[in-house]
């Protein structure tokens, strides 16, 4: 594959006590022109807390598309090997992604209560706009 304009972005992080607080990413030519990555995504729940990792740059990991979940963040970026981690109360099923704006991609759940792995290969969505 051969790096330019449509496949190659920047990203950078600011952390605070080992957290990322906040995330940036720049890329040279238009969203519509990017040609993305297929994703493969690890959704991890730890406790009170839910992880998403990347090996690449997904853009636009939906969990709420409706808006009505009480969370902190209902659609992220996932910078590549960056964990996105938020609160989740223990007592609320795992989240499931809804879409994501870069493509379709292959999602593993991974419990560390029950200790178990679904691995969900399943379309989610896409939105071309």
Known sequence: ?????????????LMQDGRVVSQSRRFMAPFKDLQWAQPRIRVQRSGSRVIFTSDVFV????????GEK???DDMF????GVPYESEWPCDVETPSIA???SGDPQIDYIDELSETTNVVGVTVG???N
Do not use: E, K, Q, Y
């Open 59 to 66: 853009w636009g990991v939906c969990i709420d598309p409706d």
């Open 126 to 128: 896409r939105n071309d």
């Open 70 to 72: 009480a969370i902190s």
């Open 1 to 13: 594959m051969l790096w330019g304009v449509r496949n190659v972005g920047a990203f950078a992080t």
């Open 99 to 101: 879409r994501c704006a």
């Open 77 to 80: 970026d996932l910078l590549p």
